[in-house]
């Protein structure tokens, strides 16, 4: 397929000469009178370079630069004008132009400048291709990551899509549990029909059950009318309860008849409704440590527990934080930006060696804040502090690897919990203060001492 050539000169010999010059290249070239009559041109067929005249009747040349750049900002463009002036250079060059070039020209001087503009217009393009492809291969349904960990949970998910089984996401707060579920619904034969996300712990007991099943007028004080509940608002679709380890046992036990039958009454009313909803539940504590203790029903862990996703925390998947900083990064572009903020190599080397205890949410809240202070670049500057100080002291002395190999997470593991144990020690057995010291959360350590089966001492 040939390239395709707009020459723009409101001089007709200027026109009919180029046109056979470059028609002698071998390019298909169109022409035009006026930046009006270009743009008329550019509406009914796609150019790969405009060659302008700057100084024409009505719309100038450095005006058509702007419409072309607006509406195809992938064509290559290259100015001509007789009366040169650095402010018009200067313009045009911010505008996107490839090159400014005065007459009168060499013929090899302007085939020349074609031929390099056309080479790296084409260099864009590719890479431009090439970034989508990339960006596409490392991100699922707006999850982000190439890591072995996160490709095998974007598997997983299309498998689980399928099925209409309960699926119960485990992870740390902040590892985006809820754009799994909406995920695992949007992969689904369920994608057309409602995503409802509810956060257990985040209604009051006394109003779960209303919340949940809907209430009839005048079934308490303040019920105006009826209301329906999440579940009929999801009905055909999904219905993601978010932190169900907060969930009351009552509550445990009337939505436990709901996933048996597939049945419910509002509050108030003595009509029986069908329900047609896939349940997926989330938590970031140990459930099966609550149905130990009690506080969570062992018949109803297993009926959410059907299929289980565990979200690996950002700590175990380094490799997808510089993805991960790219997209916020685009997130927080501001309207007048046309490229994201750069990323200093010591800044993305600060962000890499910090642990996250708050995870890819943390990660977004440092993005955000440090483009506040710099929206152009991330430096080490306008990171938060507590990325700069976090020197980890080394322990593994000169790293040996014994000829016949290690296993590396077990010592990993260890490493954790003597750790985990001298913070106790140092803050007397208080968790919350041990947490600090660590750089978590209370919730992130004490998720970390259920793992390794340790007792924690104070609250």
Not at 58 to 74: F, H, M, Q, S, V
Not at 186 to 200: D, H, L, Q
Not at 261 to 283: L, M, W, Y
């Amino acid at each position: 397929m040939k390239i395709r050539i707009l020459v723009v000169d409101d001089e007709l010999s200027m026109r009919e000469f180029l046109s056979i010059l470059l028609e002698r290249e071998g390019y298909d070239v169109s022409v035009a009178g006026s930046a009006e009559e270009a743009l008329r041109s550019m509406d009914t067929a796609l150019f790969d370079l405009v060659l302008s005249d700057v100084n024409m009747p009505g719309l100038t040349g450095i005006d058509l630069l702007a419409r072309i750049k607006e509406r195809a900002p992938d064509t290559a463009v290259l100015m001509l004008t007789a009366f040169s002036t650095a402010e018009q250079a200067v313009e045009a060059m911010r505008l996107g132009a490839y090159d400014y070039i005065c007459k009168p020209f060499k013929n090899v001087e302007i085939k020349q400048l074609i031929i390099n503009a056309l080479e790296k217009q084409g260099l864009k393009r590719e890479n431009s291709l090439l970034k989508k492809n990339a960006s596409e291969r490392d991100s699922f349904c707006g999850m982000i990551g190439k890591s072995l960990k996160m490709r095998e949970l974007f598997d997983l998910i299309q498998k689980v899509a399928a099925s209409p089984s309960s699926v119960l996401i485990l992870g740390e707060s902040g590892t985006g549990k809820e754009l799994a579920a909406h995920a695992i619904h949007t992969s689904s034969p369920r994608k057309s029909k409602p995503f409802v996300a509810v956060n257990c712990g985040a209604i009051p007991e006394n109003l779960i059950e209303s919340e949940l099943f809907g209430h009839k007028k005048g079934a308490f004080t303040g019920a105006t009318g009826d209301h329906p509940g999440l579940f009929e608002q999801a009905e055909g679709g999904t219905l993601f309860l978010d932190e169900i380890g907060e969930l009351p046992l009552l509550m445990q036990t009337k939505l436990l008849r709901v996933l048996q039958e597939r049945e419910f009454k509002r509050v108030g009313d003595a009509q029986t409704r069908k329900t047609d909803v896939r349940i997926i539940s989330a938590s970031n504590r140990d459930l099966e440590g609550q149905v130990k203790d009690g506080s969570f029903r062992e018949d109803l862990f297993y009926r959410l527990n059907v299929v289980q996703l565990v979200l690996p925390p950002l700590r175990e998947r380094i490799e997808d934080i510089p993805l991960l900083v790219e997209s916020f990064c685009r997130k927080f572009m501001t309207s007048d930006q046309s490229e994201p903020a750069t990323v200093t190599p010591g800044a993305l080397k600060a962000v890499m060696n910090y642990p996250f205890p708050g995870n890819i949410r943390e990660l977004e809240n440092c993005v955000e804040r440090s483009l506040i202070l710099d929206p152009a670049v991330i430096s080490e500057n306008s990171l938060p502090k507590q990325l700069l100080i976090n020197k980890i002291p080394c322990m593994a002395g000169d790293c040996d690897i014994p000829e016949s190999g290690m296993m590396l997470e077990p010592l990993l593991e260890g490493l954790e919990k003597k750790y985990l144990l001298k913070a106790l020690e140092m803050t007397g057995g208080a968790k919350k203060k041990a947490g600090e010291l660590l750089g978590m959360s209370f919730r992130s350590f004490r998720y970390r001492l259920a793992k390794f089966g340790l007792d924690g001492g104070e609250e």
